[in-house]
């Protein structure tokens, strides 16, 4: 299966830390995405990095990719109570002939004020 | 970006009854995913729908159990057929951005069998 494997499976941390989330996966990708849900709703696209690249920023986020190790790691600097939710990661490439976004465990993120 | 709705927003079924969900994207899309998300769990696809053609399912998913419509480039449902208390879920659907790879995803229909 292609399906990433977060680690770890719950943070908490005191607002104003940073949060480093870790994904690894199985077989080859195109890219892997980074997503947000909040308390068991839609989820939200928060950044994606493509097999060719190794790190991308977006305000807060950093995300790196070692395509060798097949991981990836989502750092969130400067952490707030909003950023409470969980964080999945999802990797996609062609399974089976289509192409196809699978998902990790999540990791459950608590910031605590 | 694409917004998406979905309803009902939650619902509470009897088992052994059946529940569809609607999906309405404000743009013309191709393709629409349907996920579950079981409590605590992460996001499996059930099935992807194009329009004018049949529900792709994944392993482990029938159309007896999860008929998909696919009317229209806007709009799917979801049926959830003969539940039971093991279909307590997250019902998620999904699009694929114009231009780029990310999935846009509707708020979720959380549903309970009791």
């Known amino acids: 299966s292609q399906q990433g494997e977060e680690d770890p499976q719950a943070l908490s941390i005191q607002e104003g830390e940073n949060a480093t989330m870790n994904c690894s996966y199985k077989?080859?990708?195109?890219?892997l995405q980074w997503y947000r849900q909040n308390s068991g709703r839609g989820l939200v696209h928060l950044i994606l990095?493509?097999?060719?690249?190794r790190e991308k920023h977006s305000g807060r986020l950093r995300v790196t990719l070692d395509t060798s190790k097949k991981s990836s790691s989502l750092l969130i600097t400067a952490s707030r109570a909003a950023d409470t939710a969980s964080y999945f990661c999802?990797?996609?490439?062609?399974?089976?002939?289509?192409?196809?976004?699978?998902f990790g465990q999540g990791t459950r993120l608590t910031i605590n004020p | 970006s694409a917004v998406i709705s979905q309803k009902p927003s939650r619902d509470i079924c009897q088992r052994g009854t059946s529940l569809t969900i609607q999906c309405q994207v404000d743009?013309?899309?191709?393709?629409m995913f349907w996920y579950r998300q079981q409590p605590g769990q992460s996001l499996t696809l059930i099935a992807t729908?194009?329009?004018?053609?049949?529900?792709?399912?994944e392993s482990g998913f029938v159309i007896d159990k999860f008929p998909i419509s696919r009317p229209n480039l806007t709009f799917s449902t979801l049926t959830v057929s003969n539940m039971s208390p093991e279909d307590s879920s997250i019902y998620l659907c999904?699009?694929?951005?114009?231009?780029?790879?990310?999935?846009?995803f509707g708020p979720g229909t959380r549903l309970t069998v009791t």
């Open positions: 077989t080859s990708i195109n890219n």
């Open positions: 999904s699009v694929d951005g114009a231009e780029t790879y990310e999935q846009y």
């Open positions: 743009s013309q899309v191709t393709m």
């Open positions: 729908a194009n329009q004018g053609s049949e529900a792709t399912y």
């Open positions: 999802a990797t996609e490439g062609v399974i089976q002939g289509a192409q196809k976004l699978v």
């Open positions: 990095i493509r097999s060719n690249e």
